[in-house]
């Protein structure tokens, strides 16, 4: 009788051995990675390779871009662009791989560019020859007398006695360029034309010629352009300033003849007044005309319409008399305040006026002495025409 052999469990121990074998076999050793210090040099060794590959390369290109010599100026430009050769820069002359720039250009790395001084000198004496020749032409236009077109030659001369010029020293090939490149610039801005001769000649044009036009002329032919315009202007002006001298002398005459009007009440009031206060002797009439003469100031006498429209005043004045009368033996016009009835004048008068009245006792001792002298004159006449 056969029996079945019994399997023997397997030991915990065992298993356990077995998987820490596994684990170290797929763990990688510690030794493997750099540590920190040596990852921080690591970095710094390799950023200083980079920076010394990259200085390398630059400087290998560039003594390999200088090296590398110009292509001559008389090259078709097929072969120029050539990879054994640097093309030949514009305003440049190249010869067995040497670069020249022409006269007035200056080398700048593989360019030719324009000299700055020499440029500016010659801009600043191609706007003097313009200057010249529009200010000229401007007094053509202006007055009829000048000069329109000038010959190069001319101009050409004249260069050289400019203050410009004189500092540009003994160099004759920047003397000439100098001046070949203001030439240029003039030939640019001005008009050309070639006379009989085949000889070029320079002229302002027009339109630049109106700057340099002095302000009399700009004002002169403004004022003929627009004549018309301008004389329904001064028209209008005068007219108006006429009639505002007009209005405001009516004012004038209208409120000084009230204030005139005044003072002729007053007097003739105190006159009368005072005539019957003075035994009956006084006059209690006064003559016009010498009122006039008392109160108007001398350059107001000249003016017969203040005194006329006083007197229209007065004739409208129902307290006032007015009627002729013999005085000297002439016939002079009076005026004389009715006493009896009538209101006083004083309230009529206007405060705040700033022209003062004149004093009337002048002319009150003048007429009562008129007076006296008149009515012995009368009471003669009288004893002359009784039998």
């Not at 027009?206 to 009399?216: C, G, I, N, Q």
């Not at 007009?246 to 006159?271: F, H």
């Not at 209101?343 to 009245?357: M, P, V």
């Amino acid at each position: 009788m056969s029996s079945t052999p019994k399997k023997r469990p397997k030991s915990k121990h065992n298993s356990y051995s077995k998987n820490s074998s596994l684990n170290s076999i797929l763990e990688p050793p510690q030794s493997l990675f750099p540590s920190k210090g040596e990852f921080l040099r690591l970095i710094t060794v390799l950023a200083i390779a980079s920076a010394v590959a990259l200085s390398c390369n630059y400087f290998l290109t560039f003594f390999a871009s200088t090296s590398k010599p110009f292509c001559d100026s008389n090259l078709d430009p097929i072969d120029s662009f050539s990879d054994s050769c640097e093309p030949c820069p514009s305003n440049g002359k190249c010869y067995e791989g040497k670069l020249e720039c022409i006269y007035g250009y200056r080398r700048h790395g593989k360019l030719c560019i324009e000299d700055r001084d020499i440029d500016e000198t010659a801009k600043k004496l191609s706007e003097s020859v313009e200057a010249g020749l529009c200010e000229a032409y401007a007094q053509v236009l202006c007055y009829g007398t000048g000069t329109v077109w000038v010959r190069e030659n001319d101009i050409w001369n004249d260069l050289d006695r400019h203050n410009l010029m004189q500092n540009v020293g003994s160099d004759h090939t920047t003397y000439v360029y100098m001046k070949r490149r203001a030439m240029e610039t003039i030939a640019k801005l001005l008009e050309t034309r070639a006379n009989l001769h085949g000889l070029h000649e320079f002229k302002c044009p027009d339109a630049l010629a109106e700057h340099y036009k002095p302000l009399t002329c700009r004002f002169r032919e403004l004022v003929s352009k627009h004549s018309l315009i301008i004389m329904l202007i001064c028209a209008g002006l005068i007219g108006c300033a006429v009639l505002f001298l007009k209005v405001r002398q009516r004012m004038y005459i209208s409120a000084r003849a009230e204030e005139l009007y005044n003072q002729v009440c007053d007097m003739l009031e105190e006159n009368a007044l005072g005539s019957k206060n003075v035994d009956g002797e006084g006059e209690s009439w006064v003559v016009a005309s010498w009122l006039r003469d008392h109160l108007l100031f001398p350059r107001e006498r000249k003016d017969p319409q203040l005194w006329k429209k006083v007197e229209e005043l007065v004739q409208d004045d129902s307290r006032v008399d007015r009627y002729p009368k013999l005085v000297k033996g002439e016939s002079k016009v009076v005026w004389e305040w009715q006493v009896e009835g009538s209101l006083s004048s004083s309230g009529r008068r206007k405060k705040g006026e700033g022209i003062e009245l004149k004093s009337n006792e002048g002319i009150n001792t003048n007429i009562n002495q008129s007076s006296r002298t008149l009515k012995t004159v009368d009471l003669q006449a009288l004893g002359d025409c009784v039998p």
